[in-house]
């Protein structure tokens, strides 16, 4: 039963299992665990990140297919769904069309991409998808009247979603049953299926391919895998993924705009949550995204104790100042790739041997 | 010979700049015949073998594929059309493990590879096969080390088993033997013996050893400078000036 549902690739290293098993069980009952929005935020954004950090690691870490268009497809997915509710009205019908036509619109931009550049050698073909998704950024914050422009928009969604309904009158373990943790679990239990899926999809014989074409895409032609092909349906694949978890976020956010979905430094965070979390394993994904998502919440306010206790000692309570927490952020990610290059799931399977 | 040829080139020729790699060579294949292609570094062999399984674009001239021409198609499509071929530098996929190696080239013949909601594990008959190609090179108590870890001889043998795995109707080897040690040469001299026995398959084979080559091919090809200079019966071919002196090296050209 596990062996299928995983399909048959376990984290292979008693501690990575550990750490997975905590990660998922902490998400799954999140709503019980933590009482603040602010920690139900954290909860959320890891979720959505899982998704979106490994429909990206499908394309680097799987087929070797280095992409600046994430998200792009990320956006899509928040602005579909947003645009709709907020154009439409809040139903579950505008919702459904919204996700739609952002699925589709993905895909059709995905594949145009993939045939028209996945010729050319890499180098080029992460250029295109830089300046693809730039043009797509400018679109969407000049094309005000529609998206909202730089402030994005702000919807309503269906009524069974709003943090004022509920379920049912009484709390459970004291925490009511309303439409936020029905939210919270729409996106736990989307997250949760979108990642088997995708664990399915890399052990499938299309994912050996993949591998092949990421090892020696000349060898894989010559045995008679269109490499065009499949790393074009790989694209496909990762984009329509990186949509649904736009959606996903955007349902959480309540809100699409460029800030939160299209900018630049959100690609920037996955490219750096793939290579922490370990290339082509995505497990890495989720244990990358949880920590990533942590620090970035945290960090700031771990710091913040740190000097204050250490207010006598003159530079070392400034170094940690909170202000300085991005340094740190990237210090954390120097180390990680120095001593991990393999990432934690890497060094965690290595450990074993 | 009454057979209609599997493969046939017709003027066949590649420019690199100025420089004519392959020149104007045509040729036909027949099944159950294994032809050696032979001649000086340099001479086009790989290229001749390149532009026959569609690594390179011809610039002139054809490749027929039971009579279909074949020469705007790719290497996939060409490898799906049966033209199996092996690299004369190891040519692996590194990371993956040996028995991958191997299955990757059963599921493309089974045509698998576009299958993504099934798990690789479960086509049992495709592991099974690709277990059978790797104990025909010996090679089967290493399927689970990383293709990378093997020595050099090794590599070339999975090499041979990739090829093997293909069941192509035309079996393109590339100095299969280059590098291996005496001991492991008869295990791959034996296994392309046995596809030529099989009497349906056409055996290409690109050659240094002229005691493999004796041994094994009913015709031989001799490229020189890209152009073929002489196609016949081994005994004779070996014995004609040209090839004597294509093989000491001196100026084969002047001669002509």
Known sequence: MLHRLLSGDFPRSLWLSGALALLVLVLALAPFLFTGARAMNVAATICVFIVLVASYDLLLGYTGIVSFAHTMFYGIGAYGV??????????WGAMALGLGIAL????????????????????????????????????????????????????????????????I???????????????????????LAIFLFLLRVVNS????????????????????????????????LAAATATLAGALMALWLRYAGPQ????????????????????????????????????????QALMKQASDALTAVPVLANLLHPDRWLLWLGVFFVLSVYFFPTGIVGKLRALKR | MSEAPVLATQGLTIRFGGHVAVNNVSAEFRPGTLTAIVGPNGAGKTTYFNLISG????????????????????????AKRGVGRAFQLTNLFPNLSVLENVRLAVQSRAGLGLNLLSLWSDHVETTEKAEHFLHRVTLAERRFETASALSHGDKRKLEVAIL??????????????????????????????HIKAQGDKT??????????????????????????????????????????????????????
């Open chain 1, 82 to 91: 947003g645009l709709a509710l907020y154009s439409i009205g809040p139903t």
């Open chain 1, 104 to 167: 589709l619109l993905s895909l059709a931009l995905a594949l145009v991409i993939g045939l028209f550049s996945l010729r050319v050698k890499a180098i080029f073909y992460a250029m295109i998808t830089l300046a693809v998704a730039s043009a797509f950024a400018i679109l969407a914050s000049q094309l005000s009247d529609f998206t909202g422009g730089e402030d994005g928009r702000t919807f309503s969604v269906p009524e069974m979603l709003r943090p004022g309904f509920r379920l």
């Open chain 1, 169 to 191: 009158e009484a709390e459970v373990f004291g925490t009511a049953i309303n439409g936020k943790l029905i939210t919270y679990y729409l996106l736990f239990f989307g997250a």
């Open chain 1, 205 to 236: 014989p299309f994912g050996r391919v993949l591998q092949a074409i990421r090892e020696n895409d000349f060898r894989a032609e010559a045995l008679g895998y269109r490499t065009v092909v499949y790393r074009t349906l790989a694209n496909c």
């Open chain 1, 260 to 299: 939160t979905t299209l900018s630049f430094t959100i690609m920037m965070d996955i490219l750096l949550i793939v290579v922490i979390g370990g290339m082509g394993t995505l497990y890495g994904a989720m244990i990358g995204s949880a920590l990533f998502i942590l620090a970035q919440n945290y960090l």
């Open chain 2, 55 to 78: 690594q390179l674009p011809a610039s002139a001239g054809k490749v027929l594929l039971y009579g279909e021409d074949v020469t705007a198609l790719g290497a996939a499509q060409r």
């Open chain 2, 164 to 193: 093997l795995a293909l069941e192509p109707d035309i079996f393109m080897f590339d100095e299969p033997t280059a590098g291996m040690s005496v001991d492991e040469v008869p295990v791959v001299l034996d296994l392309i013996q």
């Open chain 2, 203 to 256: 055996v290409l084979l690109v050659e240094h050893k002229m005691d493999v080559v004796r041994s094994l091919a009913d015709r031989i090809i001799v490229l020189h400078n890209g152009f073929l200079v002489a196609d016949g019966d081994p005994a004779e071919v070996m014995a004609s000036p040209i090839v004597q002196e294509a093989y000491l090296g001196m100026g084969v050209a002047e001669s002509v």
